[in-house]
């Protein structure tokens, strides 16, 4: 199923709010196609609203390396993590 299809059905239910864009979307990172699409379109993707186990995609400006989501910028783990690969994974949904 494409993206573009997978939102189609998306937007059907009543258990999800999407949020589209009204700004232009740009990013000097080397985005999956989808992904790049999802962000030129939409803000945001809330789903499964009023459930417990409900998540959040997030929007490109809460699209940042989850280390940095995850410790404080103060934190002596940055010694550690300094040119780690885990400082190329990001945060793309919130539970």
Not at 53 to 60: A, F, L, N, P, T
Not at 67 to 93: F, T
Request: glycine share 2%; with cysteine; proline share 4%.
């Amino acid at each position: 199923m494409k993206i573009k299809e997978i939102i189609k059905k998306i937007e059907q239910d009543s258990n999800c709010r999407l949020v589209k864009r009204i700004t232009d979307f740009t990013s000097d990172l080397t985005l999956p196609k989808d992904l790049h699409y999802f962000f030129s379109n939409y803000e945001s993707l809330q789903m499964f609203l009023y459930k417990p186990y409900g998540i959040k995609i997030v929007s490109s400006n809460e699209f940042i390396p989850t280390s940095k989501k995850l410790y404080p910028e103060d934190d002596v783990i940055w010694e550690e993590l300094k040119n780690d690969i885990s400082n190329d994974w990001y945060l793309i949904a919130e539970s």
